[in-house]
């Protein structure tokens, strides 16, 4: 079984600054994808951002120049620096980890994983 422990939001000005952080755990052998996906109310779950194992980025037009993310194999974690934050993108942040090589009983299974959402809200 595998659980993801998200971390980092909060309440921050515009123009400020949040890092989220998102860690796997588990008997966890590899993760293809990591990403941030967030849902302002009203609205429908959106990628915000996503890195593969090899390294190739993906990000929501909105957030190009902004928002970094960055991911440490080792620690099986996902990272999103958001710089320059607006009020729009005040939503409910959750990370996803796909393609998660696990163990289960005496083979592996493939999966997905959902955090269970950190809250970033941009006001002054």
Same mark, same amino acid.
């Given at each position: 079984?595998? @659980? ?6 909060? #309440?921050? @000005? ?5 890092? #989220? ?6 008997? !966890?052998?590899? !993760? ?18 996503? !890195? ?25 974690? %996902? ?21 998660? %090589? ?6 592996? !299974? ?5 955090? @269970? ?8």
């Amino acid at each position: 079984q595998v @659980q993801l422990v998200a971390s980092g939001g909060g #309440l921050v @000005q515009p123009g400020g600054s949040l890092r #989220l952080s998102c860690a796997a755990s588990g008997i !966890i052998f590899s !993760i293809n994808t990591m990403g941030w996906y967030r849902q302002a109310p009203g609205k429908e779950r959106e990628l915000v951002a996503t !890195i593969a194992s090899g390294g190739r980025l993906n990000y929501l037009d909105s957030v190009k120049g902004r928002f970094t993310i960055s991911r440490d194999n080792a620690k099986h974690t %996902v990272y999103l620096e958001m710089n320059s934050l607006k009020p729009e993108d005040t939503a409910v942040y959750y990370c996803n980890v796909g393609g998660v %090589v696990t163990r289960q009983g005496l083979g592996v !299974i493939i999966g997905e994983y959902w955090g @269970q959402g950190t809250q970033v809200t941009v006001s002054s």
